[in-house]
């Protein structure tokens, strides 16, 4: 049994799918949390739970992420754990692909990250405390037809974790990265059954996962028992990236 003394986290897009799930896990292990989305309807779905503290946000503006901090510190003085979970997929081609849906998937998924990281890292550096962790995906890793922008993102935010727990880690801060395979979500809900069919082909488990095994190894790695874990991808994806 994990034990979680009362402490804060940031979660990104914590409003549907896999964030909404860590935010639930952490607020049920004590932690004040915010959860972060673009619009306050989203936030409904976790504005009433105990912990769960909804503020809107676009990671993509950095203004809104200063907005973020300043009510972080407001309300608790720091943060002591990041979820960089918030993402977005805008698929094509990339013979087809506009500019602006390149731009705008590195914007989310990247470049954002980025922004609110710096931001929070400073009172990490501070206190000597902190646990950053990063959603990327296998796609990062592997690659995928279609999806070249939110793959290099993905790819980025991967090689962001190593490098910032090479220069972090005197400070007593991790940073891992989880990789997730195909989870059941709003993101992969528009697949049609043949698509979905040809991933179950390729995972050795045979089901998608859930957000709740996501939400797990992120409260795992929130612990004192991964406090010598860093620099790390954990792929969660019932196997199939051994394919
Ligand atoms: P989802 O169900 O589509 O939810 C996305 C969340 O991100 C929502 O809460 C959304 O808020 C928020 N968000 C989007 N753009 C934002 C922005 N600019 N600023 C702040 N919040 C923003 O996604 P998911 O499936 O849970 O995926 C979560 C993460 O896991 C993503 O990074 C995704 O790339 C990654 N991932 C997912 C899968 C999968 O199979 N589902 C696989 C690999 C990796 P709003 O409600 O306000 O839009």
Redesign the pocket.
Same mark, same amino acid.
């Given at each position: 049994m994990l034990n979680f003394s009362t402490k804060t986290a940031i979660v /990104? +897009?914590?409003?549907? +799918?896999? $964030? =909404?799930e860590i935010s639930l896990i952490l607020a049920q292990n004590n932690f004040n949390v915010v959860a *972060? @989305? /673009? !619009?306050e309807k989203?936030?409904d779905s976790v504005r009433d739970i105990k912990n769960i503290h909804p503020f809107c946000? %676009?990671?993509?503006d950095e203004k809104s992420i200063e907005e973020l901090y300043e009510f972080v510190i407001s309300k608790f003085g720091h943060a002591d754990v990041l979820v960089n979970? @918030? $993402? &977005?997929?805008m698929d094509n081609i990339l013979l087809r692909m506009k500019s602006e849906e390149w731009n705008q998937v590195m914007n *989310?998924?990247l470049n +954002?990250p980025f922004h609110l990281t710096k931001t929070v890292l400073k009172d990490m550096v501070k206190n000597k405390n902190g646990r950053i962790i990063n &959603?990327? !995906?296998? !796609?990062g890793t592997d690659g995928n037809k279609g999806q070249g922008n939110?793959a290099a993102s =993905?790819g980025g935010l991967l090689a962001l974790t190593k490098s910032l727990a090479k220069e972090v880690g005197r400070r007593n801060i991790t940073v891992n990265c989880i @990789?997730?395979?195909? &989870?059941? /979500? %709003?993101? /992969?809900s528009h697949l049609s059954d043949t698509v979905k069919q040809g991933y179950l082909d390729r995972i050795p488990l045979k089901k998608l996962?859930k957000?709740k095994d996501?939400g797990q190894m992120i409260l795992f790695l929130c612990s004192d028992e991964a406090s010598y874990i860093t620099g790390q991808t954990f792929y969660i994806d019932g196997g199939m990236s051994l394919n």
């Amino acid at each position: 049994m994990l034990n979680f003394s009362t402490k804060t986290a940031i979660v /990104t +897009g914590g409003s549907r +799918g896999i $964030g =909404k799930e860590i935010s639930l896990i952490l607020a049920q292990n004590n932690f004040n949390v915010v959860a *972060v @989305a /673009t !619009s306050e309807k989203s936030l409904d779905s976790v504005r009433d739970i105990k912990n769960i503290h909804p503020f809107c946000c %676009d990671i993509s503006d950095e203004k809104s992420i200063e907005e973020l901090y300043e009510f972080v510190i407001s309300k608790f003085g720091h943060a002591d754990v990041l979820v960089n979970n @918030a $993402g &977005i997929h805008m698929d094509n081609i990339l013979l087809r692909m506009k500019s602006e849906e390149w731009n705008q998937v590195m914007n *989310v998924n990247l470049n +954002g990250p980025f922004h609110l990281t710096k931001t929070v890292l400073k009172d990490m550096v501070k206190n000597k405390n902190g646990r950053i962790i990063n &959603i990327s !995906s296998i !796609s990062g890793t592997d690659g995928n037809k279609g999806q070249g922008n939110y793959a290099a993102s =993905k790819g980025g935010l991967l090689a962001l974790t190593k490098s910032l727990a090479k220069e972090v880690g005197r400070r007593n801060i991790t940073v891992n990265c989880i @990789a997730p395979g195909l &989870i059941e /979500t %709003d993101m /992969t809900s528009h697949l049609s059954d043949t698509v979905k069919q040809g991933y179950l082909d390729r995972i050795p488990l045979k089901k998608l996962g859930k957000p709740k095994d996501i939400g797990q190894m992120i409260l795992f790695l929130c612990s004192d028992e991964a406090s010598y874990i860093t620099g790390q991808t954990f792929y969660i994806d019932g196997g199939m990236s051994l394919n």
